[in-house]
């Protein structure tokens, strides 16, 4: 994932607001309930794996084994709402998904009969899955017959952000009356689908997410204009991180 991509952008979105807000704006120390649109930069990597074996004899097996790996950035959208607890803590729920693109994905699939000796020793075998067997020492299947028909062309596909949800806890602290920055941390789930000549497939990811931000005040406890990277998903089927740029509303 690009992050150095994420801070440029977001340094720059930072440097821009600061050069237009007037010099009579106040931090939004008193607005306790808050809700935010915000345009949604985001990258994901997807990965899957898969494999099947089926026994076709006393003595052969046959199936395939399947990676596909992608990564994708576009532009969508979040909203967000959130209540400040305390001056320094506040609770946000974030919505966000949308954008999709077409992509190139690295993508590797053996099809395979194997055929074994009579008195075969399967016990290295026992209790493994498809995965762990790919990834053994190539010497026990020295006495093996195997037949192979691999296929390694890279894929067309369609990259879509379907939905991220998120819950986070807000520590923040204001400086020159205006500024308000933050960290986010909680828990997260995103949800994305990759479309390929050959499958079409959703990956899901949950679990802890982190981030951290800026407010800058344009009108006193009322108007605000926000920015924030969130490392929203980091799982072994999806990762997800965005920067995001938009307005935030206190009432």
Known sequence: ??????????????????????????ADLEGRQYAAVSAFDWDAQSERF???????SDTAVEGFFELEEGSSSALGGRLLFGYRVFDWLGAELHVAGGGSKKISTDYARVDFTATFPEDFDFTPFIGLTPEEIVN?????????DLDLVED??????KFKLNQVWGFFLRPNVTFAERFNVFGLVGYSYAKADLRTDVSWYTQTARGLSYGAGVDVAIIKNRLSVM?????????????VEATSLGLKLMF
């Open 1 to 26: 994932m690009n992050f150095i991509k994420h801070l440029g952008m977001l340094a720059f979105g930072v440097a821009a607001i600061t050069a237009v807000v007037p010099a009579f704006a106040q």
């Open 50 to 56: 898969r494999g099947t074996v089926e026994v076709t």
């Open 136 to 144: 053994l020492d190539p010497s026990v299947f020295e006495d093996v």
């Open 152 to 157: 390694t062309d890279p894929k067309r596909a």
């Open 227 to 239: 920015a924030d990277y969130v490392q929203y998903a980091d799982g072994h089927e999806l990762t």
